[in-house]
Structure formats: structure tokens, C-alpha cells
């Protein structure tokens, strides 16, 4: 599979700002924040999709939330709280292909509305 840009950064070959960082998951600031808040948390560990994530893989998966709860306390929103998601493929909103939990913080976060209902009659 093809280095993506989360490959890069893993490597320190282009610069991110990194918040967090243990041997086997790094957490950085969002390129492109949607709260105040918006880091992502990755394993240094390339897997693409969550469809990818092998049974083998269930620790690792742990610990990018045991990561989240770290960043909350470290970025003091743990007790206001905040929201982590992962998205995956295409419908779910996926453009980098390793995967990462969004961490967002720092403001009451709405949830997107359902509209198509329409078009399920
Ligand atoms: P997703 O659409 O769920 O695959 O999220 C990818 C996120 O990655 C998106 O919120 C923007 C962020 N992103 C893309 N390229 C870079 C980069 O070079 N640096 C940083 N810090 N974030 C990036």
C-alpha cells in the first residue's frame, strides 16, 4: 500500500503538531479544525479502513481511545466532554486511508440532521 500523508507524519517527513505520542499511536492537531478543538489520533500502524482491523489489531484499537482520554484530561475537556469518530469509505466521509479517530472538543457539538427520509418512502 501506498505511504499516505499519515505515513509521512509517522516518519516526521512533513511536519504536523503533534500532541501526543507513544510507540505505537500518535495524536495531532487537525489541519483543518471543526471545533475548537480537533485533533486526530492514529496508530503508527497503517491499516486503512476499519473494514481492515484484524482481530490482532483489538488492542491497538484500545489504546487510540485509552489516547483520547489522555489528550481530554491533558486538554482539560474531559469533564464538558467531547466527541471521537471514525469515519470509513466513502458514505462515511473517509479521504485519508489510515485510519484515525477525529477528537473534538470545546464547544457543544450538534449532529448532522437526517434529510433524506424523502427518499426512502
Ligand atoms: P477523514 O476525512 O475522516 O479521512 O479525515 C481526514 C482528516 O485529516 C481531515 O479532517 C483533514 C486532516 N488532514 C489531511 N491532511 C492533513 C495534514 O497534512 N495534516 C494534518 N494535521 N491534518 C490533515
Given at each position: 500500500?501506498?505511504?499516505?500523508?499519515?505515513?509521512?507524519?509517522?516518519?516526521?517527513?512533513?511536519?504536523?503538531?503533534?500532541?501526543?505520542?507513544?510507540?505505537?499511536?500518535?495524536?495531532?492537531?487537525?489541519?483543518?479544525?471543526?471545533?475548537?478543538?480537533?485533533?486526530?489520533?492514529?496508530?503508527?500502524?497503517?491499516?486503512?479502513?476499519?473494514?481492515?482491523?484484524?482481530?490482532?489489531?483489538?488492542?491497538?484499537?484500545?489504546?487510540?481511545?485509552?489516547?483520547?482520554?489522555?489528550?481530554?484530561?491533558?486538554?482539560?475537556?474531559?469533564?464538558?466532554?467531547?466527541?471521537?469518530?471514525?469515519?470509513?469509505?466513502?458514505?462515511?466521509?473517509?479521504?485519508?486511508?489510515?485510519?484515525?479517530?477525529?477528537?473534538?472538543?470545546?464547544?457543544?457539538?450538534?449532529?448532522?440532521?437526517?434529510s433524506d427520509k424523502v427518499k426512502q418512502i
Open positions: 500500500m501506498a505511504d499516505t500523508i499519515f505515513d509521512k507524519i509517522i516518519k516526521k517527513e512533513i511536519p504536523a503538531d503533534i500532541i501526543y505520542e507513544t510507540d505505537e499511536v500518535l495524536a495531532f492537531n487537525d489541519i483543518s479544525p471543526q471545533a475548537p478543538f480537533h485533533c486526530l489520533i492514529i496508530p503508527k500502524k497503517a491499516i486503512a479502513t476499519i473494514n481492515d482491523i484484524q482481530p490482532e489489531d483489538a488492542q491497538l484499537i484500545g489504546q487510540l481511545y485509552l489516547a483520547a482520554a489522555e489528550i481530554a484530561k491533558q486538554q482539560g475537556v474531559a469533564e464538558n466532554g467531547y466527541r471521537v469518530v471514525m469515519n470509513c469509505n466513502k458514505d462515511g466521509g473517509q479521504s485519508v486511508y489510515h485510519i484515525h479517530l477525529h477528537m473534538l472538543a470545546g464547544k457543544t457539538l450538534g449532529w448532522p440532521p437526517y
